[in-house]
């Protein structure tokens, strides 16, 4: 095959156009940090990005879930902690009002008094975090508990409000309300407000004597009970929660790594193949510089 000068300049241009192109690619990858910067640069490492992508970020909105059932879970406990304590309050006046050498002025004192923890009691029924009620099950948008004029109703949604912490596993993260905050006045010992207003009502009226106030004894005891069992299995859930928040955790950082060794460069590989690509394109320019010979016009001169 006769070789051309035409020929050796078009070679010489295919080669030059190559070069630049690795030397465009290299500076790209310098630039963004990445091994690829469109899906052609490499179908491959494209796919596997694509799918460690997609991992990440439902790892990332399972960490956003925690956040969600941590507050659940967190003023779910205060609120029922607030409410131990006004119950165990309520107690220590039973206990006073049980004594029979009080008078029925005293007893009417104590009367009021728990007529006011009972409202808080109701206050606390109607926690709200941020815009929804946290002890009315799913239908968080009303309040669970309604006192109008003395009168209690309770709700009886006991629905689990679940958050997805997992792929899959689903943790209901609030509190039956109707175990504890309940009315029935069916009979005493079965509802908390119902016994509390049985209990104002009975230290209203001057016939009750210290034995008939000393039996809400039982029925307070039980109540305290049921919130302190509620309490433990919120506490248990809250273990479960943090543990599953560690798993949660270990797999951002493998996913992380995983995308990262799928398409971040290697700087100091990528520096070296760039400067030896420098060194490759000058000699590519030198070497064109010397096979083109010189024209006819150069020999007229």
Do not use: C
């Not at 009367?111 to 799913?138: H, M, P």
């Not at 609030?174 to 006045?185: G, I, L, R």
């Not at 004894?217 to 919130?227: F, Q, V």
């Amino acid at each position: 095959m006769r070789v051309t000068q035409s020929m050796l300049a078009n070679n010489m241009l295919k080669h030059l156009s190559t070069s630049y192109a690795n030397l465009g690619k290299y500076q790209e990858q310098l630039s963004t940090g990445k091994k690829i910067n469109r899906p052609s640069d490499d179908p491959v490492v494209a796919m596997k990005g694509i799918a460690y992508r997609t991992n990440l970020t439902e790892v990332e909105q399972f960490k956003r879930n925690f956040s969600e059932a941590y507050n659940w879970v967190e003023n779910s406990d205060a609120a029922l902690d607030k409410a131990t304590q006004a119950l165990q309050r309520i107690r220590e006046l039973v206990v006073q009002a049980s004594n029979d050498t009080y008078e029925e002025t005293q007893r009417q004192a104590i009367s009021q008094e728990i007529k006011q923890l009972t409202e808080q009691l109701v206050t606390i029924a109607n926690t709200k975090v941020g815009d929804k009620y946290i002890f009315n099950g799913t239908n968080t948008l009303q309040q669970p508990v309604q006192m109008v004029n003395g009168s209690i109703t309770t709700s009886s949604n006991a629905e689990e409000v679940k958050i997805e912490l997992a792929k899959g596993i689903y943790i209901g993260v609030n509190v039956d309300p109707t175990k504890v905050f309940h009315y029935d006045a069916s009979q005493k010992g079965k509802g908390l407000f119902s016994d509390l207003q049985f209990l104002a009502n009975d230290l209203d009226d001057p016939t009750k004597t210290g034995k008939d106030i000393n039996e809400y004894l039982g029925y307070i005891d039980k109540h305290i009970t049921n919130l302190l069992g509620v309490r433990a299995e919120l506490g248990a859930r809250m273990n479960r929660i943090e543990l599953m928040e560690d798993r949660i955790d270990s797999q951002q950082v493998i996913a992380e790594k995983m995308l990262a060794d799928n398409e971040d460069v290697d700087m100091e590989k990528v520096i070296t193949d760039l400067k030896t690509q420098e060194s490759v394109h000058r000699a590519a320019l030198a070497v064109g510089a010397r096979i083109i010979q010189p024209t006819l016009v150069d020999f007229l001169r």
